[in-house]
Each structure stands twice: as structure tokens, then as C-alpha cells.
């Protein structure tokens, strides 16, 4: 009876091994994969899997879901199945023909992490009709992940920032206008001309001068004559010369009477016709556009003005309100206002900054090389102009550079808060943004970022981390950086990487890392483990990330 029941079950057995062994192991030569090694690109690990079922295996009522699983130390991720359907199913899978199988392309994506650069790729199969469950042993299809792209992580930490500059001028051109009024076809400077406004101002603008010459001084002046054009032209010529002649006499004995020296530079007009058009345009005659276009149709000075003088006795507004305005000389001082000079600026920071524009204290900060001191300027520029963005996106770039993030995102924040429109400041936070790998937000910033000097190399970082290389290569143009090289490598252009990294002013770690990486990819072993001594010299960090890096899997053999 025994002996029964065990052949009983060892038939049963072999039943239950032959109905789950009818679909058995798929060979690894029935697969591959693209790229492979995988390759993460903008995050994430994209796979495309080209697979064969062979002739006779797929069972005509069986459904075979398969499973791309990405496989590394301490855990592994599943990608997008895939379901295909034996000839008798009913349903909306790509069917595989029993007797000649068939061929299939899947496409799967993984999020990317840093565990994954030591990996395998692996399919599973979930073989099923019916009830009936078929074993098919999981397939080995790809080894690792190549993982370059992250590097733009790395990457960043030298990246420009943006800096708001200062508006600080030390010598700002200015003007003072004058204008004397004559009697018509005279050219004598009357009394009651000399204590009209513009000429009063003129006239306080050079005594301010003469008290204060070391900030302010004379460029030069220039007095421009005319005469409005009703008299004949050789008249007007001569009445424009004298106007010109007597306003010049008397601005020079001006200047000399208060000891200052300038050119002073004449002009005349003998028929003022522009002038009397731009009058007319501006008045409220009646007829003005027609009068306008009348003399207009004459282009010889003499008949023109002896239209003007027919015109004048018809339209009274003409002689009284138009041609005595004509009647002139303007005059123009061109002065300068001089500001601090580099050691009179420092002397007063030393002394009291409070004497101190924002603009000299933005200015002042490039006045010394020590960052410690720059901090410090600008600080003083946060207490004593709370209200300006610019110290506080400056301090976010002292703090980027010298890897404080927190620092700099408090910074970048505060300068958000009080001008959110401020290019800088977004292009700074743009950088944070990519550095703490949020691209949506990053984006958004650098959109706000519109005449920063360092837009440029932040869109460039920008569009490596969304696997945009070519047109990230063209925003950088040609910035020197490891970022830029970087987005050429990806490119495949070593040459111009290379040449790149040959051009970076302050080389660290990750350029020499970089020249391994382009050294590997030409088959040049010596040089690249020459620069790989030299990256993890300057970092010893960088040791562990090329023992796991597939870049240089042929040298760590």
C-alpha cells in the first residue's frame, strides 16, 4: 500500500513539473538591450529591450507578462511590463505565433539612482493559461549604468553666479541749459535777460562748481546762435554771428571772473527754419499745418523767408508768439560730477560707511580680493540699505562659491522677497534649484532670469540635466567651465572638451576627472589613470565614485 501511494505521488509530481516546465529558460542571446551599458540621461535610465520568443514556445493559450528590473546592492526597481499573448487568446496583447514565434520591442524607463551605476538589468517572465502557471527563469540582459550625465551635479559647484552690479559712476555727465532772448535784428545782451530762470540756474550751477572743484568741474560750453527767418540770409548771418559773439563774451567773462577754465565753443544759425517748424507744430494756430506745408514748397532760403514775412502779416500769432522765440542763443555747460576715488572710498568705509551710497558699497566690494572682507561690505550694505536686493543676491554668490547653500538660499530668498523680478537673483536661485535636483522649479526661475550675465551658463547646466546636451552646448558658447565640457563630452565631441578643460582658469577635482573620462573613451589607459591620480589627489572623495563608474571599467579591471 506504501509502495503505491509513493509512485502515486511521484506520478503527480512529474505531472506538476512537466505542466510549469513547458515554457522553460529563455537564452540571453535572445535579447538586447539599447543602449547597454544603460545610460541615464536627464534622471532617469531609459531602456529599449529588443526580445525573441522562439519557435514552438509561446503556448497558443498561454500570456507571458515580462518585467525589466534594474538589480543593485540594497534593493532594485521595476520598470513598465509588457504582456504578449499566445494565438487562442483573446485579446489586445502583440500576439507570438507558436510555430514561428516572434519578435518584440519593449520600452522601459528607471528612475536614476547613484546605487544603480552597479547594476544588472534583468527580465521576468509571469508565463500563465489558464490556471496553468509556466516557470520561466529570470534572463540577465545588461550590466550597469553608465551615469556621466550626473556629474553635472558636480558640475555645478564652479558654476558662474549671478552678480548684480553696482551703478556707482565717478564721473557723471550733466548739463545746465541757458537761453538769452534778443530784441528782433538786435544782438545786445539786455539786463533784463540775465535775471530770467534759465539763466539765473546757469549762473548758480557755476558758482556750486567754483566752491566745490574737487567734485565738480567744467567740461565745456556751448552756445549755439540764431536768427528766425524773416530777414533776408546775408542779415540773419550776420545778426546770428554777433548774437553768438556777444553771448560768448559774456560766458567767458563768467567763467574767469570765478577762476574756471573751459572751452567754450560757438555756433550759428542764420535761418532758424527747424526751429520755427518744430514752434508752429507745437502752437495752437489754426492754419499751422497748412502754413507749414506752404513754405515748405519753397526751398530757397530768400523766398522762403519772404513768404514768412507775407505769412507774419496775415497771422499775427506768427509775429508775436513764433518768431521773437527764435530770436536767441542757447547755451549748454557741459559739467562733470566726480565722484569718490578707489582709496577715498575705502578711507570712508574705514571711517564711517554710512557715508556711503549703496552703489560705492557695491563697488567697494570689488576693491579687495579677500572674500572675508567682501562679506563683511555687504553686510554693511544689508544694515544700512535693507530695502536693496543686490548685497543680499551678492552674499548668495559668496556663499554659492564657497559651497554654503544654506546660506546662499537664505540670501537668495531674502533678495526674492524684495524684488522677485530680479534677473540675478533667479538665475542664483535657478542654480540652487538644479544643485537640489528640481528641474520644473529651476526652470521657472531662469525664465525670470533675462539679462543676468550668467543666464547663459545656467540655461546651459539647465539643459544637461534634461538631457538636452546639443542645445546646451550652444549656451555655453565658449564658456570655459566643467559644466560646458561636460555638455561637449556628452556630446561626443572630446576634441572640443578637451580644449574646454585646457582653457579653465582655476582647474579642480572634476576637471581632471573629466580629462579621465575623455582619455577612457579614446583609449588612452595611461592618461586616464594619470588624471583620475590627479582628480582624487585634489578630492579623495572622487576614489569611490570611479570605483563604481562604468566610464573607466576597463582600467579598474
Known sequence: MQTRISLLLSIVAVAVFTSCSKMGPLSPDYFTVVPNPLEATAGKVPATINGLFPEKYMKKKATVTVTPVLRYAGGETEGQSASFQGEKVQGNNQTIAYRTGGNYTMRTTFPYTE???????????????GKKTYKVPDVKVADGVLATSELVKRTLSSAS?????????????????????FLVNQAIIRTGELKSVSVQQFLSTLRDIQADTEAKAVD???????????GSLKFNTTLAQNRGKNTQD?????????????????????????????????????????????????????ERETQIRNISAAYTELAKEILPQLRRSRIMLNYDLIGRSDDQIKSQYTADPSKLSVDELL???????????????????????PADYRAYNNLATLAYQRGDYAAAREYVSKALSLNGAAPEANVNNGLLQLLDGNVDAATQSLAKGSGAEALNEALGNLNIMQGNYAQAVKYFGQTAS????????????????NNTLDRISQPDA???????????RTNNSELAQTCLREAVAKDPSLAALAANDLEFAKINK
Open 115 to 129: 546605487a544603480m551605476q552597479k547594476s544588472a538589468l534583468y527580465l521576468k517572465f509571469d508565463a500563465r493559461a
Open 161 to 181: 553666479t549671478a552678480y548684480a552690479a553696482d551703478n556707482f559712476q565717478r564721473i557723471v555727465k550733466q548739463k545746465q541749459e541757458a537761453n538769452i532772448q
Open 220 to 230: 565745456n560750453v556751448e552756445i549755439s546762435s540764431y536768427a528766425s527767418p524773416e
Open 250 to 302: 559774456y560766458i567767458s567773462k563768467e567763467l574767469a571772473d570765478k577762476g574756471l577754465k573751459a572751452d567754450v565753443n560757438t555756433k550759428y544759425t542764420a535761418e532758424d527754419w527747424e526751429g520755427f517748424q518744430q514752434l508752429v507744430g507745437k502752437s495752437n494756430i489754426q492754419d499751422k499745418e497748412v502754413i507749414l506745408r506752404v513754405l515748405s514748397m519753397y526751398q530757397d532760403p530768400e
Open 363 to 385: 563697488y567697494g566690494v570689488g576693491l579687495t580680493s579677500a572674500d572675508s572682507e567682501r562679506e563683511q561690505i555687504l553686510k554693511s550694505a544689508t544694515s544700512l540699505y
Open 482 to 497: 566643467n559644466s560646458a565640457a561636460l555638455a561637449q563630452l556628452l556630446s561626443k565631441d572630446y576634441l572640443a572638451a
Open 510 to 520: 572634476m576637471t581632471s576627472y573629466l580629462k579621465a573620462i575623455i582619455a577612457a
